[in-house]
């Protein structure tokens, strides 16, 4: 949608219908283990697949993962069927075909979300922050995942060691020859960079504070995820899935006093307000 701008009719997503089936491993291994009895190929996910030509396990792993779709799909509409839920996956589906695609606004601090970035040294954040820039801008270039560029553990070594010339780059782990033939020197360009910043201008953790609830909605959230406690082993579906913590703060702001109220708050499906409007209502007229 966002690159070709591509709509589409319908969607079916298995890991939607395997939640309302009270699944909590939604990944397709499992779903296809469970239901059809099928076990995937070993993963290949982490193989670079540029290089030609793909070997047969690669091949067969890409085969798996769609030969078996028709088959799961056909199942999982049964047991939805068998459950009563079969309406409430067809409207989650139906809105995930007709949803936007989000923006992706870059963070210049999602560098601090690499576990061990914390415990650097300012300087050593100011390299890795440099590095990560660098990451996004070369798997940009060949459209790649950053991970296939280099892991985050790989640049946190690099940042952490402050190598100055490619022999000691490239005696980091992590560091391939094909990483260091293709982007060596890049990433000591990088690294020279964040050598070079004035004091000033090495990095400043942000300082997060949290936003102010009104105490009236602090209630009705209270009341809310007290009923969801509740609502959650009547149903049977997990407390995400059933009232996802986003809705409960759309809910408490709106503040619904009929079902119709309740309807008109963005993200509550039709399903929510036919089977559990009334008792939610109940929770928030509650004393």
Not at 4 to 9: D, H, K, N
Not at 224 to 238: D, I, N, P
């Amino acid at each position: 949608k966002r690159r070709y701008g591509l709509t589409f009719a319908s969607v079916f997503d298995t890991a939607i219908a395997g939640r309302f089936l009270g699944g909590r491993a939604l990944g397709l291994d499992v779903l296809l283990d469970t239901y059809l009895g099928v076990t995937l190929p070993p993963s290949r996910q982490k193989d670079d697949w540029s290089q030609r030509p793909l070997s047969p396990a690669q091949l067969a792993y890409a085969a798996a993962d769609v030969q078996h779709l028709f088959a799961l799909k056909a199942r999982l509409l049964e047991e939805l069927d068998k459950v009563g839920r079969l309406s409430w996956v067809e409207e989650e589906c139906a809105a995930l075909a007709a949803q936007s695609p989000p923006e992706r606004p870059v963070d210049p601090d999602a560098w601090l979300g690499a576990r061990g970035a914390r415990d650097l040294p300012l300087r050593g954040m100011a390299v890795l922050r440099e590095l990560w820039v660098l990451r996004e801008q070369l798997a940009r270039a060949v459209d790649r995942p950053p991970f296939k560029i280099l892991n985050e553990d790989t640049l946190l070594r690099v940042a952490q060691s402050l190598p100055r010339d490619l022999a000691t780059l490239g005696a980091l782990p992590g560091v391939t020859p094909r990483v260091l033939g293709r982007w060596g020197g890049s990433l000591l360009e990088a690294v020279e960079r964040a050598l070079a910043l004035d004091d000033r201008e090495l990095p400043v953790l942000p300082r997060h504070t949290r936003p102010s609830i009104p105490g009236a909605m602090s209630r009705r959230i209270d009341k809310l995820r007290r009923w969801r406690a509740s609502a959650t082993e009547q149903v049977g579906l997990e407390p995400g899935v059933l009232l996802p913590n986003r809705l409960i703060t759309a809910i408490a702001e709106a503040a619904p006093r009929t079902l119709e109220d309740l309807a008109r708050v963005e993200g509550v499906r039709r399903w929510r307000v036919e089977t559990l409007g009334d008792g939610l209502l109940a929770a928030l007229g509650a004393p």
